[in-house]
């Protein structure tokens, strides 16, 4: 999702774009014990329905936390998405006392969250330590992220197979860290996509939970029907690669501020037919009162893809 808003502008001038141990139980301190192996699938229901991003560039959001988080909860948001870092600014997490501030108001509405960090693979120490920067975080009242994910789309690393093995080892890295039961969610280039060719799905199946495409069908194509067949084959593609049809799907439609009502409508439609996990737009800042509305039916999304 790049360091978002950077990636978008990037994309639209190169029109580079696609095609197509363990640690502390998250939520508070005073959570729950670590699940056992019969509630261990409902794990990743965080993932599930309608949620919402945020990322380091939302100004607003970050000068007024709670009222975002409020406006959120209002709008049917069930999971957070929260951009702790990347790889280009030099701090572990990014306003953390404002970050606090959100992981306390959705909480207390009953809402998940989830950290994302993009990493550049450039430096697999740092993007480690920031990464288990954000899984660690804790707030003063003892709170933490509900879960991680980590956003798969950096190109500093221009060769793909460096690029592949380097994404390889840190993934494997945070997985032996976290152990099997924390909830990994991996931030993917949607299906063909021209920065990332012949992206292994399959290799980032055996590290991640959930996978969160990005399916920018604002980029790729126009109208109610481009949108529903973009969709449609964003989710076959994950399900083909990795050979498996309930894997755990959290998709990740267009950018919000250049998606008409309809088109949302459409992402809906489509979504709801294919049955994944979950839906979102990118991002909370640009999504309009029309476009929530059609986001709604989103939070209908049952029990599929549960691991």
Do not use: C
Request: aromatic share 10%.
């Amino acid at each position: 999702m790049a360091d978002a808003r950077f990636r978008l502008r990037v994309l639209a001038l190169l029109t580079v774009v696609a095609v197509a141990g363990g640690v502390a139980v998250p939520g508070t301190a005073q959570d729950a014990p670590a699940p056992t192996a019969a509630s261990t699938p409902r794990r990743l229901d965080l993932y599930r329905g309608l949620g919402s991003w945020t990322d380091i560039y939302d100004v607003v959001t970050y000068e007024q936390p709670v009222a975002a988080i409020a406006r959120m909860h209002d709008k049917g948001v069930r999971t957070v998405y929260i951009e702790t870092a990347n790889y280009r600014i030099n701090r572990k997490i990014f306003r953390p006392k404002k970050v606090a501030r959100m992981i306390h108001a959705a909480h207390r509405r009953g809402m998940k969250v989830v950290a994302w960090y993009l990493p550049g693979f450039d430096d697999l120490d740092r993007d480690y330590r920031r990464a288990m920067a954000a899984i660690r975080f804790t707030t003063p009242r003892g709170h933490r992220f509900d879960a991680f994910a980590l956003d798969i789309e950096a190109t500093v690393v221009r060769d793909i197979s460096v690029r592949n093995r380097r994404m390889r080892v840190l993934s494997r890295r945070l997985r032996e860290a976290v152990g099997r039961r924390y909830p990994l969610g991996a931030i993917v280039p949607e299906a063909g996509a021209l920065y990332w060719p012949d992206f292994p799905y399959a290799t980032v199946d055996r590290y991640y939970d959930v996978f969160l495409p990005m399916a920018y069908f604002t980029f790729r194509t126009s109208g109610p029907e481009g949108v529903r067949r973009f969709t449609r084959r964003n989710i076959r593609a994950i399900r083909r690669a990795t050979g498996d049809p309930d894997v755990p799907i959290h998709i990740i439609g267009g950018v919000a501020g250049d998606a008409s009502p309809r088109e949302v409508a459409a992402f809906v439609g489509a979504t709801l037919d294919a049955a994944p996990l979950g839906a979102s737009l990118y991002e909370f800042e640009t999504t309009t009162d029309a476009q929530w509305r059609r986001l709604a039916p989103l939070n209908r999304l049952t029990a599929t893809g549960t691991r």
